[in-house]
C-alpha cells in the first residue's frame, strides 16, 4: 500500500525520490498513476495506466519486490505494454517467492486461460496456503471435478466453514453468499449429506440476504422460503 498524500507538495517530494532512484517511491508514482488521486475533490493525479507500467517496470527494476506482482499483471494483459507471457510466469513465480497470493492466483488464471487446469489448481493451493483466500475456488474445482478429482466431501467442508465466515479466511461476502448456494445445492442433492429440504432452504436464504442471488432466489421459487 501506497503512503497516504494529503497535499501537491507531498506528490512532488515523492516524485523527486521517485526520479532521483528510490525504489519505493518509484512504486507509490506507479500506484497512484495506476489508480488515480483525490484530495478534497480536486484531481491531483490523473489516472494513467501507461505511466504507471512505467513507474512499476522502474521500480522492479531497482528492486523494489511489491513492484514485481503488478508488472507481471501488465505484461500478462499486454493492453498498456507489449504482452510478455513467459516473462510474466517468471515474474510471479518470483512474486510467489516473496510470499504473495496474488501472484499465485493471477498465475493460476495463466495456466487456466490456457485450460490447464490441474496446473491452475495447483496454484490456487498456493494462495490458499499463503494468505487461505482461494477458497471458493479451491471448492468449485473440487465440486466439478475441475483440475483435480471431484471430491464432494472436500467440497462441503470447504463452503461450510466459508459459510461461518471465519476470522481466519479472507472470504468476500460474494465468496460467502455463493458458497452458501452451493450448500444448499448440495443438501438438496444428497449425494454428500442427508438430503434436506430445510436444510437447503436455511443455505439458499442465506445466499439471497439482500434479495440479490438469483439461482438462490429460483431453488427458493420451488422449494418455498417457508417461515
Known sequence: MASKITSPQNWNALLQSATAGDNVAQYEVAYYYDNGLLIEGVELVVENKPTAFEWYYKAYQNGNTDAITRVADFLSEGIYCIQDIELAIELYKKGIDNGS?????????????????????????????????????????????????????????????????????????YEID??????????????????????????????????????????????????
Open 178 to 227: 455463493e458458497a452458501n448456494y452451493l450448500l444448499g445445492r448440495i443438501y438438496l442433492d444428497g449425494e454428500v449429506v442427508e438430503k434436506s429440504i430445510e436444510k437447503a432452504r436455511h443455505f439458499l436464504k442465506l445466499a439471497d440476504t439482500d434479495n440479490d442471488h438469483r439461482s438462490a432466489q429460483e431453488l427458493l421459487i420451488i422449494i418455498g422460503r417457508g417461515i
Open 101 to 173: 497470493a496474488v501472484a499465485a492466483n493471477n498465475l493460476g488464471t495463466i495456466y487456466r486461460d490456457n485450460q490447464d487446469y490441474k496446473t491452475a489448481f495447483e496454484f490456487y493451493q498456493v494462495v490458499q496456503a499463503l494468505d487461505k483466500s482461494c477458497s471458493l475456488k479451491l471448492a468449485i474445482c473440487y465440486y466439478w471435478g475441475i483440475g483435480t478429482e471431484k471430491d464432494l466431501k472436500k467440497t462441503y467442508d470447504i463452503l461450510f466453514k466459508i459459510s461461518q465466515g471465519s476470522p481466519d479466511t479472507n472470504d468476500s461476502q
